[in-house]
């Protein structure tokens, strides 16, 4: 057995899954929401695990393309119209092409001299997107990483490396954020070596946004007791409810007492693509940093984050590292070429991600994007204003909040002396019988009430392939099950 396949047998694999990718794509659209989870999937994966075999598996291609499908089946149908839950991503076809070519090609872009065309290509389009998050492109620099998570940690690093240079003592340093930040904040301050008593949760106010008045008050009393705060992660939509933190009054605190200020944008960052969205989202330009996913807002396939910093120059310093077996590229970088990619983050082998941002860019053109990002907006409006004639019609629903971004959280409403523990059973219930109808899926958070945490449903939109009938079919299904849990 040879590992090339000759010319004949790669066309077959080629054919083969081509074909099993366009039937997948084509049922998209009429797919239940929510494959076979729970006990049915793992019947399914009883059923397609093999042992890995010495010799090819009978039947070939074809035959491990169906244990795939099967497998497929057997989970929330995240790229369908109907997936309404978490953070939606939706998979361009355009960016799996990229993803297939890159993988084939299986160029080497560390380092900028190993493929400098090819990282070229990327740094076009992270200066691109710097320019769309109002920095200079000449002087940010960006890196594409494999999500949220990996930009989120490179920031601290970088915003620890600004305070306290090569080395330090950071027991008594501090970062603040929200209890409504991504768990990758508190994670990513963990690994950059901040203890947890340094990661501090400031209050929120009646929309779930971070109070950048009490955000003051804890950094000065901060101060005054010797401790040394060094960054604040202010969020540009939250996973639970869309929430914007005010960045313009939050980057004036960071400003204040010299402190680096990131945004996480992972889920919301795409909004600035349309104009509506730039006007949510006024002073994300002021941040030091930036974590953006395009696995989000730009519906590529999961596994495309992005971090920009203003200051690249500090991304690298925080970043940069030698070796002398990397000796043959030095020279290649001291004459005037763009600083490599793993210059720039902890990766030195990395795949080509890159081109799984360009190439949809091309294909579809940056109006494309813009347009789509404009219609998420409208289309939680919608859903939102949906919930308000339900209540309107007698339906006992308690709308959290309106649609910050493109996420909005509801729940039934709290029966009087109802206990909390019922209350939340009954809303599980009702996810329970949403979902149950296969049409749309939703999910589920806690957010904070008097006595405890309340369950609350959410809608997030941010698919490309969810419009106006898919947002209709949601509101049908809340229509046509709260009576059943009330």
Known sequence: MTFEPNDEQLARW????????RRHLAALPTAPARGDVGAAGLATADAVSVPIPETPLEGGLPAVLERIERAAGAALGTPGPGYLAYIPGGGLPSAAIASLIADAYNRYTGLTAAAPALVRLEADVLAWLAEQFGYDSQRARGLVTSGGSLANFSALVTARHAAFGDSGDFSRAVVYGSSQAHHSVAKAAMLAGIPKTGIVDVALDERCRLDAADLDRRVRADLDAGRKPFAIVSAAGTTNTGALDPLVAIDEVARTHGLWHHVDAAYGGSFVLCEEGKRLLAGIDRADSITFDPHKGMFLPYGTG?????????????????????QDFDAFERDGEAPSPAEYGPELSRPFRGLSLWLPLLLHGARAF?????????????????????????????????????????RLARRPQEALSAWNERNAQWLAAINDRLHVYLSSTNLPVADGNAFTLRVCVLSFRTHETHVDAALDDLAATWRGVV
Do not use: M, N
């Not at 080629?14 to 990718?21: F, G, I, Y």
């Open 14 to 21: 080629l054919d083969a899954a081509t074909e099993a990718v």
């Open 306 to 326: 992005c971090l920009l910093v203003k200051d690249g120059a500090a991304l690298r310093r925080a970043h940069g590292a030698a070796a002398a077996y990397l």
């Open 370 to 410: 813009r347009d789509a990002s404009a219609e998420k907006l409208e289309l939680a409006r919608r859903f939102h204003r949906g919930l308000v004639r339900l209540v309107a019609d007698g339906a006992p629903i308690e709308i959290v909040d309106a649609p910050q971004l493109s996420v909005v959280p509801f």
